[in-house]
C-alpha cells in the first residue's frame, strides 16, 4: 500500500511559476513509476508527466513540454513537477499518481494504482 500527499498547489498569475511535491509512504518508493495528471471542472483527467522509477525516462503531454518538469528524489519518497510560464488552461486539479514499474512509466490513468487526493492549480489571466 502507497499513500501519496500532494502539496505545492495555489493561486498564481498567468507566466507565473510552481513547483508541486507529492510525497509518498512506504519503503520501496524506488520501485514506482510515478505520474502527474490533471483534471479541469467539466473535463476528463489528463495526463500531464511521467517519470520511471530511476528518472531515466521521463514523459511530458505536449501542453506543457518545454514549460514543466518532472523530477523525483528516491531518498526523499518524493516527486515533484515544477510548473513555469504558468497558463489559465493549466489551471486544475493536479494528482499524483504511483504504479510499480520498472521500464518506461504509464501515461494511462488507468495503468495506475496508487493516487493522491489532488492540489488545486488556479492561474489568473
Known amino acids: 500500500q502507497v499513500q501519496l500527499v500532494e502539496s505545492g498547489g495555489g493561486l498564481v498569475q498567468a507566466g507565473g511559476s510552481l513547483r508541486l511535491s507529492c510525497a509518498a509512504s512506504g519503503r520501496t518508493f524506488s520501485s514506482y513509476g510515478m505520474g502527474w495528471f490533471r483534471q479541469a471542472p467539466g473535463k476528463e483527467r489528463e495526463f500531464v508527466a511521467a517519470?520511471?522509477?530511476?528518472?531515466?525516462?521521463?514523459y511530458y503531454a505536449d501542453s506543457v513540454k518545454g514549460r514543466f518538469t518532472i523530477t523525483r528524489d528516491n531518498a526523499k519518497n518524493t516527486v515533484y513537477l515544477q510548473m513555469n510560464s504558468l497558463k489559465p488552461e493549466d489551471t486544475a486539479a493536479y494528482f499524483c499518481?504511483?504504479?510499480?514499474?520498472?521500464?518506461?512509466?504509464?501515461?494511462?490513468?488507468?495503468?495506475?494504482?496508487?493516487w493522491g487526493q489532488g492540489t488545486q492549480v488556479t492561474v489568473s489571466s
Open positions: 517519470i520511471s522509477w530511476s528518472g531515466g525516462y521521463t
Open positions: 499518481a504511483a504504479t510499480v514499474s520498472y521500464g518506461p512509466p504509464p501515461r494511462l490513468s488507468n495503468e495506475y494504482r496508487y
